[in-house]
């Protein structure tokens, strides 16, 4: 079986690679900027250059291919990737080249707990689009939406503690009792893994995430213990958040919050506990006691962080 994936090198696309080599598929990669696939040089993968709003190279990458892991979105919007642009008509891209080359067996699509049909919320709106051009495409396919994704490398847990790092007492937006339930990469990468030869999950939406559903001032409480740090939460109005994110982004190209990012706050982003369990017969690992790679996070680290820039040493891992 030939597998094409859609943002391979990623966080959780390099671990999808990875682990389909394992599971004995063979795997082609569309790779989007000519040097990445170098993660990949201990790996098998047959590599084709390209993004999701090329219809060539969409077209080319699909010939011959059995099955699809699409991952690629962007949960920050730029000056040439909105959510728009890569998450739904990204995915419409990939589903009709999916739809011209035929005899796909699988459609695996990852899209994200919350996704919704609300114009409020234009990033899990077009979350839910991409579904939407999925479900209707005709083709078998699975729908997975983890709830947040933890590992090294990850975005989220190393801005926090470059937070941890840095300060005394660590800000959190308003009450910090929102619902989390972080899922570890390696984890959800082999659920990917596991759905491609699952037929009785086709035609399925999962929603995914961890052993714990934890509220961000458990998150914060649980880097810190990870870190060796004993700090105070500070709990900041949303009002005033919001004014701080609209400065930030005036002033910075990449802030470490963002508008939309602030917006989702009030989103459930919670799974059916046992998920995990029930439907691939693994027990998920928890955060707490997987999350050592935060001790990489330096001062100097952090202060690149908080100034909207995460370290390559951090981000590639």
């Given at each position: 079986?030939?597998?094409?994936?859609?943002?391979?090198?990623?966080?959780?696309?390099?671990?999808?690679?990875?682990?389909?080599?394992?599971?004995n598929y063979e795997v082609r990669c569309l790779v989007r900027s000519p040097g990445r696939e170098r993660i990949f040089d201990q790996?098998?993968?047959?590599?084709?250059?390209?993004?999701?709003?090329?219809?060539?190279?969409?077209?080319?990458?699909?010939?011959?291919?059995?099955?699809?892991?699409?991952?690629?979105?962007?949960?920050?919007?730029?000056?040439?990737?909105?959510?728009?642009?890569?998450?739904?008509?990204?995915?419409?891209?990939?589903?009709?080249?999916?739809?011209?080359?035929?005899?796909?067996?699988?459609?695996?699509?990852?899209?994200?707990?919350?996704?919704?049909?609300?114009?409020?919320?234009?990033?899990?709106?077009?979350?839910?689009?991409?579904?939407?051009?999925?479900?209707?495409?005709?083709?078998?396919?699975?729908?997975?939406?983890?709830?947040?994704?933890?590992?090294?490398?990850?975005?989220?847990?190393?801005?926090?503690?470059?937070?941890?790092?840095?300060?005394?007492?660590?800000?959190?937006?308003?009450?910090?009792?929102?619902?989390?339930?972080?899922?570890?990469?390696?984890?959800?990468?082999?659920?990917?893994?596991?759905?491609?030869?699952?037929?009785?999950l086709r035609g399925h939406t999962l929603e995914l995430g961890g052993p714990d559903q934890l509220s961000y001032n458990q998150i914060?409480?649980?880097?810190?213990?990870?870190?060796?740090?004993?700090?105070?939460?500070?709990?900041?109005?949303?009002?005033?958040?919001?004014?701080?994110?609209?400065?930030?982004?005036?002033?910075?190209?990449?802030?470490?919050?963002?508008?939309?990012?602030?917006?989702?706050?009030?989103?459930?982003?919670?799974?059916?506990?046992?998920?995990?369990?029930?439907?691939?017969?693994?027990?998920?690992?928890?955060?707490?006691?997987?999350?050592?790679?935060?001790?990489?996070?330096?001062?100097?680290?952090?202060?690149?962080?908080?100034?909207?820039?995460?370290?390559?040493?951090?981000?590639?891992h």
């Amino acid at each position: 079986m030939t597998v094409l994936v859609t943002g391979p090198t990623g966080f959780l696309g390099r671990r999808v690679v990875h682990k389909l080599v394992e599971h004995n598929y063979e795997v082609r990669c569309l790779v989007r900027s000519p040097g990445r696939e170098r993660i990949f040089d201990q790996v098998a993968v047959d590599v084709y250059y390209g993004d999701v709003s090329n219809a060539e190279a969409l077209a080319s990458a699909c010939q011959g291919i059995d099955q699809i892991v699409h991952l690629v979105g962007v949960i920050r919007e730029g000056r040439n990737t909105t959510y728009d642009s890569v998450n739904r008509v990204g995915t419409e891209n990939v589903v009709a080249a999916a739809q011209a080359a035929g005899n796909l067996s699988q459609f695996v699509h990852i899209s994200a707990v919350g996704a919704v049909n609300d114009p409020e919320l234009p990033y899990l709106k077009s979350k839910w689009q991409a579904e939407q051009s999925v479900i209707n495409s005709g083709l078998p396919y699975t729908i997975i939406r983890p709830s947040l994704i933890f590992g090294q490398g990850d975005e989220f847990m190393n801005s926090l503690a470059s937070l941890v790092r840095l300060f005394p007492m660590v800000p959190v937006i308003s009450g910090g009792r929102n619902r989390l339930q972080p899922v570890w990469v390696d984890d959800l990468a082999q659920c990917i893994a596991l759905s491609l030869s699952r037929h009785d999950l086709r035609g399925h939406t999962l929603e995914l995430g961890g052993p714990d559903q934890l509220s961000y001032n458990q998150i914060v409480d649980i880097i810190s213990r990870a870190m060796g740090k004993r700090r105070m939460k500070v709990h900041v109005p949303l009002w005033v958040m919001r004014m701080n994110v609209v400065l930030l982004q005036l002033v910075m190209s990449r802030p470490p919050i963002n508008s939309e990012m602030l917006k989702m706050l009030r989103v459930r982003n919670v799974a059916e506990l046992g998920m995990v369990e029930q439907t691939f017969g693994f027990r998920p690992g928890p955060m707490e006691g997987n999350i050592d790679f935060v001790n990489n996070v330096s001062f100097r680290d952090a202060l690149k962080i908080n100034m909207g820039n995460m370290p390559s040493h951090i981000r590639d891992h």
